[in-house]
């Protein structure tokens, strides 16, 4: 098997030396799109072979294997001219029918993200080097294609320290345990509406493979895993994972979720499960909070897409999300949003994280929020999650663990109140105008915690000072 990530951190090295990129995100946005469309066309070639009616929307000379796949093919001026003058201007005009079939389906696709992305690097030479290192991985060999499915984790990972581009990625522990918690079923739709790279549609569509005991049972998974998301390289690097986790036609809608009146939303685009970490702290674009009925309008995203969320959901469905405390507490709408939550849905679960589990990108409190439509909340159960012993926050390389979510599942369903664990009334929370922002009541107020090696250190300095000032009492002495 091609060694991948040597593969990868070639081509690196190779996008450093390029003039053209500036940045983590542009590196990525340019990887991206090169990934993009070697892992669509060796598809491609294999659905060709395997489906008699089906022919790729792609021109034969656009495709990767006319322009890219010989290594020794254009390179220089001539490659550059190619890429900026003809692959992207061809590719943004694809023609799309509007019937629903395979084809037209795929070429909607390149198309979107062809629109939304751009060639960066400045050097035709520097770009062959690229795409001879890509022409290494042949993405229709599984094992290939799963290892790399694999590594492409560790790309959209450096987006958390890629200045804004942070908020398109949460943590891969948040959204399994997010994903483990909701327990999405085989035949159930599962919606991100802020997908992002597409972190919990994976966590999803793993989840269902483990459930899958034929071949149609597998391929059912690809029509009921749905994502939206506005922010085109975004948009393609949640393509680009799906389609490295088997899904042929990912079912991404290249659109703002919150571009069209809620009343738009009818029963048939109701879900049965949501996992999704909703952009906080934005503000809303194009007046789109008028989209919303008067006593829920904010400029605050975070707000209107819980809203958006609860209308979503079936009867019964459920939901796990990422909420800043922010969005716990405040006066108003703000207020009358949690109201909402708690009479139309049960709200049986928030854990409260540290609040270095998105760092750098963000540093605020965040929270996970676990409901279920249909019956009012009658209590929450709240569960504070703190760091690792000997850990101070968490940082780019000391980032949270799923292994660190084991007490919680194993407290789940056995549910009693510890010093990390309380629950709180209804009454009370409507006594508190619905603040859902409840410190921990078994934490000591002012304790400060230490780790084992810091109170070593402590003592340790301790009996210093104690040395030091018993010798001075036996110079005084003498």
Same mark, same amino acid.
């Given at each position: 098997?091609?060694? *991948?990530?040597?593969?990868?951190?070639?081509?690196?090295?190779?996008?450093?030396?390029?003039?053209?990129?500036?940045?983590?995100?542009?590196?990525?946005?340019?990887?991206?799109?090169?990934?993009?469309?070697?892992?669509?066309?060796?598809?491609?070639?294999? *659905?060709?072979? *395997?489906?008699?009616?089906?022919?790729?929307?792609?021109?034969?000379?656009?495709?990767?294997?006319?322009?890219?796949?010989?290594?020794?093919?254009?390179?220089?001026?001539?490659?550059?001219?190619?890429?900026?003058?003809?692959? %992207?201007?061809?590719?943004?005009?694809?023609?799309?029918?509007?019937?629903?079939?395979?084809?037209?389906?795929?070429?909607?696709?390149?198309?979107?993200?062809?629109?939304?992305?751009?060639?960066?690097?400045?050097?035709?030479?520097?770009?062959?080097?690229?795409?001879?290192?890509?022409?290494?991985?042949?993405?229709?060999?599984? @094992?290939?294609?799963?290892? %790399?499915?694999?590594?492409?984790?560790?790309?959209?990972?450096?987006?958390?320290?890629?200045?804004?581009?942070?908020?398109?990625?949460?943590?891969?522990?948040?959204?399994?345990?997010?994903?483990?918690?909701?327990? =999405?079923?085989?035949?159930?739709?599962?919606?991100?509406?802020?997908?992002?790279?597409?972190?919990?549609?994976?966590?999803?569509?793993?989840?269902? @493979?483990?459930?899958?005991?034929?071949?149609?049972?597998?391929?059912?998974?690809?029509?009921?895993?749905?994502?939206?998301?506005?922010?085109?390289?975004?948009?393609?690097?949640?393509?680009?994972?799906?389609?490295?986790?088997?899904?042929? +036609?990912? /079912?991404?809608?290249?659109?703002?979720?919150?571009?069209?009146?809620?009343?738009?939303?009818?029963?048939?685009?109701?879900?049965?499960?949501?996992?999704?970490?909703?952009?906080?702290?934005?503000?809303?674009?194009?007046?789109?909070?008028?989209?919303?009925?008067?006593?829920?309008?904010? /400029?605050?995203?975070?707000?209107?897409?819980?809203?958006?969320?609860?209308?979503?959901?079936?009867?019964?469905?459920?939901?796990?999300?990422?909420?800043?405390?922010?969005?716990?507490?405040?006066?108003?709408?703000?207020?009358?949003?949690?109201?909402?939550?708690?009479?139309?849905?049960?709200?049986?679960?928030?854990?409260?994280? =540290?609040?270095?589990?998105?760092? =750098?990108?963000?540093? +605020?409190?965040?929270?996970?929020? %676990?409901?279920?439509?249909?019956?009012?909340?009658?209590?929450?159960?709240?569960?504070?999650?703190?760091? =690792?012993?000997?850990?101070?926050? #968490?940082?780019?390389?000391?980032?949270?663990?799923?292994?660190?979510?084991?007490?919680?599942?194993?407290?789940?369903?056995?549910?009693?109140?510890?010093?990390?664990?309380?629950?709180?009334?209804?009454?009370?929370?409507?006594?508190?105008?619905?603040?859902?922002?409840? /410190?921990?009541?078994?934490?000591?107020?002012?304790?400060?915690? #230490?780790?084992?090696?810091?109170?070593?250190?402590?003592?340790?300095?301790?009996?210093?000072?104690?040395?030091?000032?018993?010798?001075?009492?036996?110079?005084? *002495?003498?």
């Amino acid at each position: 098997m091609t060694n *991948l990530k040597g593969t990868l951190d070639s081509i690196r090295k190779i996008m450093w030396q390029d003039t053209g990129l500036n940045g983590d995100a542009q590196r990525i946005e340019q990887l991206g799109w090169m990934l993009f469309f070697k892992i669509f066309s060796d598809k491609d070639k294999e *659905l060709e072979l *395997l489906n008699d009616n089906y022919t790729s929307p792609i021109p034969d000379e656009l495709h990767w294997d006319a322009w890219a796949g010989n290594d020794e093919g254009i390179t220089g001026d001539e490659l550059q001219e190619f890429v900026d003058r003809k692959l %992207f201007q061809d590719l943004r005009n694809l023609p799309v029918n509007s019937t629903d079939d395979l084809r037209n389906k795929r070429a909607l696709i390149v198309r979107e993200v062809f629109e939304g992305n751009n060639n960066y690097m400045k050097s035709g030479i520097n770009i062959r080097k690229v795409l001879n290192k890509l022409n290494e991985i042949d993405f229709n060999i599984a @094992k290939d294609r799963h290892a %790399f499915g694999e590594l492409y984790e560790t790309i959209l990972k450096e987006l958390q320290s890629a200045g804004k581009s942070g908020e398109f990625y949460t943590p891969r522990a948040i959204t399994e345990f997010i994903c483990e918690m909701v327990n =999405p079923l085989l035949g159930e739709k599962i919606l991100d509406p802020s997908c992002g790279t597409g972190g919990y549609l994976t966590a999803a569509i793993e989840h269902l @493979k483990k459930q899958a005991n034929s071949v149609e049972e597998r391929q059912s998974i690809a029509e009921n895993i749905i994502g939206w998301e506005y922010k085109p390289l975004p948009y393609l690097l949640a393509t680009t994972n799906l389609i490295l986790h088997d899904i042929e +036609v990912p /079912k991404i809608s290249y659109r703002d979720s919150l571009d069209q009146p809620l009343s738009n939303y009818t029963n048939r685009h109701r879900v049965d499960a949501i996992l999704a970490n909703p952009p906080f702290g934005g503000i809303v674009a194009n007046n789109n909070e008028n989209n919303f009925p008067q006593s829920f309008r904010t /400029k605050e995203s975070a707000d209107l897409f819980l809203v958006l969320m609860i209308h979503l959901l079936k009867q019964g469905g459920r939901a796990g999300i990422v909420l800043p405390d922010g969005s716990l507490t405040g006066d108003g709408v703000k207020q009358r949003v949690r109201q909402k939550l708690l009479e139309d849905c049960n709200l049986h679960t928030i854990i409260r994280l =540290p609040n270095s589990v998105f760092q =750098p990108y963000a540093t +605020v409190a965040t929270n996970l929020l %676990f409901f279920t439509k249909g019956e009012p909340t009658k209590e929450v159960w709240y569960y504070e999650h703190r760091l =690792p012993e000997g850990q101070k926050s #968490y940082s780019k390389t000391k980032t949270i663990q799923l292994k660190e979510f084991a007490p919680i599942k194993k407290w789940w369903n056995h549910r009693q109140e510890s010093d990390l664990c309380w629950k709180v009334s209804i009454d009370t929370l409507k006594e508190r105008g619905y603040d859902l922002d409840i /410190k921990n009541p078994n934490r000591q107020e002012d304790a400060i915690e #230490y780790s084992s090696a810091e109170l070593m250190q402590m003592l340790d300095k301790s009996f210093e000072k104690s040395a030091g000032l018993l010798a001075k009492l036996k110079e005084v *002495l003498k």
